[in-house]
């Protein structure tokens, strides 16, 4: 998102921020190195992301992503980890997806080989690498045959495009437009890969040391993994919506188990509701999956079933825990299964017993992004029980963590000499009680140097979904609007997730309402505490979290400048035009937009565009397909229709979970929020307003 936006440049400026507006990720004080957190730092993080430990718990091997500069991008490189020395070695100048062998003796990973990615083989012991498909499909999901001799995974099979009509001869030589383009499916574009392609995701088997590949499913329809072989390696389950209605079926995939040899498939799970990510027991004699009764609420805990070689007679291992499952993977001696889910914002590791008994082991899991601090995280296991994971705090992103009963410790420091060089923003957990006397979640990163009891001007951080949950992790954007000279706030609003199912669907077919008076009483506890400058707020927040902010703009004029990021502005346009064609529809209204225009509209931030007051800036990805660029556009045109103060911000190529996938992009989306922001940031009273 690049935008040039003059700043205002106030003559009154805090002792602990630079000055307003000028915020130059570059510059660098002559009198020394500059301990601000700035933009261009963006290109020196780096974050940890699926540690595999080998089946003898002695060494991980563990995707590293880091930003590079030269191409700004994030690039994946592999490393491995002796667990007792934490010495490290490179694996892989690039790769994903790394899977150990059942002896250990080898790792599987999906690596470029300067076209598409293709599956590789490295022994351990010598060190050599061997390609072992040529199959244009990037292939995912990869696992391991029980006796290490083959290797299934799941790639894309190229199809033929629909045609209607013929064009006429084109003679030789001659230069024609392009072919007309025939779209028939009802989900034809994903946010991130575009328009869909002709072609269906299906299951190959591959000998682990090379050789033609052979596809095991077939058919209009996309099959998915996690992919688990039974012991005797003669079947696979995986999950898959298959079926003559299959495109118009939004999350009621089955697990389905095929037999290796004949390629007979037969369906183990038919219930109303998404049954996926199966895992056939060590002896065989059970399968584990993930699911819901789908019930077309907003949200439902995913829960955590077993049942037996056939997935007959499942039963829910975390029903009563109230909490949804990420992941599960089985303990070596099948009696239980270690799980990760989120509660109260923290991701935490647990071994789930099959009488439903939870030990929670770990809770400091982190992972999955750098910008803003969501809740996320990977972890693994080895037959001995000790658990490999990315974990850790507000202080750096995601490391490479350890446990094996005790004290779980930390394997690497990927962005030590980075953090140490600067002066981050602490962050401290704030107690919020919403005006129905319901406890909210809420955390406060303050400007480093901040003089005890001084009052800043505060940024209110809204995070999107609206179910999800932010928690107490690094964000690069956090970071960068503290160093700026204001608090930031972000919180967990009714409708978040990892409080239980009754919380998050406090907001079912019912968002945006109350959730706004849990974020501004948020902003009135930072008040009350003495952190905020009550003449000195705003407001930010991407997808939902957009939603939300152009909602605050319409019901309140308490904030100087907002500045809604992905929104989604009129509900009836969004569900006609989002990637995910039946989702909308389905899930957060109960009629069609056709037939009950008016509830859409009730909800939609537009209806209250009348009433905004506030300077309020529109950000957007330019290939955005989840809350499409139309959205945005509405937005940023019925502001301008009214006179209220406003841009419009593009991020070229940027889709809506790319808005901040290239470094560059994502601190000029940071500085571009903090212009605009300083334009409105005015000086404080004495001692700032309480």
């Known amino acids: ?44 993080l780096s974050i940890a992301a699926d540690p595999q430990i080998s089946p003898d718990g002695r060494t991980i091997v563990y995707v590293r992503r880091s930003a590079d500069v030269m191409s700004d991008r994030m690039q994946s490189s592999l490393w491995l980890i002796d667990i007792a020395s934490g010495r490290q070695s490179p694996f892989s100048t690039q790769g994903s997806s790394p899977r150990w062998s059942p002896d ?48 299934a995974y799941v790639a894309t099979v190229a199809g033929a495009p629909t045609n209607l009509g013929k064009a006429p001869a084109k003679p030789e030589g001659a230069k024609w437009a392009e072919p007309l383009t025939v779209i028939d499916r009802v989900n034809y574009r994903n946010d991130g890969s575009g328009y869909v392609k002709p072609g269906r995701d299906h299951l190959f088997v591959v000998a682990a040391d090379g050789g033609a590949a052979r596809q095991l499913t077939f058919g209009a329809f996309d099959d998915g993994g996690p992919l688990s072989w039974t012991p005797d390696g003669r ?189 981050l923003a602490p962050v401290r957990k704030i ?34 979904g609206p179910n999800s949950a932010y928690g107490p992790s690094f964000s690069s954007d956090v970071q960068l609007y503290a160093a700026a000279g204001y608090a930031v706030l972000w919180t967990n609003p009714r409708g978040s997730t990892s409080y239980g199912a009754d919380f998050a669907n406090l907001i079912d077919k019912a968002y945006p309402s109350a959730d706004y008076d849990d974020l501004i009483a948020a902003v009135d506890a930072t008040i009350a505490d003495g952190t905020a400058d009550a003449d000195n707020l705003f407001v930010t927040g991407g997808s939902g979290g957009g939603v939300l902010t152009a909602w605050i703009v319409g019901k309140t004029d308490r904030f100087k400048a907002a500045a ?22 389905r899930y957060w209204f109960t009629k069609l937009p056709w037939e009950d225009p008016m509830s859409y509209w009730s909800h939609s931030p537009l209806s209250l565009v009348g009433n905004v007051k506030t300077p309020t800036l529109v950000v957007v990805g330019s290939d955005d397909y989840r809350t499409p660029v139309s959205e945005s556009e509405q937005y940023y045109a019925a502001l301008q229709i009214r006179g209220v103060p406003t841009a419009l911000v593009k991020v070229p190529g940027a889709s809506h979970g790319g808005l901040a996938g290239r470094p560059s992009q994502s601190a000029a989306k940071a500085s571009a929020i903090l212009a605009w922001f300083d334009r409105y940031r005015v000086p404080p009273a004495s001692g700032g307003k309480p």
């Open 104 to 151: 250990g003796t080898r790792i599987a990973y999906a690596a470029s080989d300067g076209e598409g990615s293709q599956l590789f083989v490295r022994w351990i012991a010598s060190g050599a690498s061997a390609r072992v498909t040529s199959f244009p499909g990037d292939p995912q999901a990869l696992a391991w045959s029980p006796d290490g001799t083959r290797l």
């Open 564 to 585: 809604t990021q992905k929104p989604v502005i009129n509900w009836i346009s969004e569900a006609l035009t989002m990637d995910n064609t039946l989702f909308t529809s």
């Open 1 to 44: 998102m690049r935008l040039t936006i003059a700043l205002l440049i106030l003559a009154a400026t805090p002792a602990f921020a630079p000055a307003f507006g000028q915020h130059q990720p570059n510059a660098t004080p002559a009198d020394g190195p500059n301990r601000t957190f700035t933009g261009a730092d963006l290109f020196g």
């Open 431 to 464: 107690a919020v009680t919403a005006p129905d006397g319901r406890p909210i979640d809420a955390w406060l990163a303050t400007p480093p140097g901040r003089a005890s009891g001084q009052r800043v001007p505060l940024i209110l951080e809204i995070h999107g």
């Open 235 to 423: 079947a696979i389950v995986f999950a898959a919506i298959r079926g003559p209605e299959a495109d118009r079926q939004v999350m009621n995939s089955d697990v389905i188990s095929i037999d290796v040899t004949s390629g007979a498939m037969r369906t183990l799970t038919t219930r109303d509701g998404p049954d996926g990510q199966p895992r056939v027991s060590p002896d065989g004699n059970h399968i584990a999956w993930l699911g819901f009764d789908d019930k077309r609420r907003s949200y439902e805990n995913t829960q955590l079933y077993v049942g037996d070689r056939d997935a007959a007679g499942p039963r829910s291992l975390t029903a009563s825990l109230d909490r949804a499952i990420d992941e599960a993977t089985w303990a070596a001696d099948g009696r239980s299964l270690y799980a990760s889910y989120d509660d109260h914002g923290r991701r935490r590791i647990a071994r789930i017993g099959l009488d439903g008994r939870t030990m929670n082991l770990v809770d400091n899991v982190e992972g999955g992004g750098i910008d803003r601090p969501y809740t996320g995280g990977d972890f693994s296991v080895s037959r001995s029980g000790t658990i490999a994971y990315t974990g850790g705090d507000a202080g750096a992103p995601a490391d490479v963590w350890v446990w094996n009963g005790g004290t779980p410790r930390r394997l690497t420091q990927l962005n030590a000499v980075l953090t140490a060089s600067k002066s």
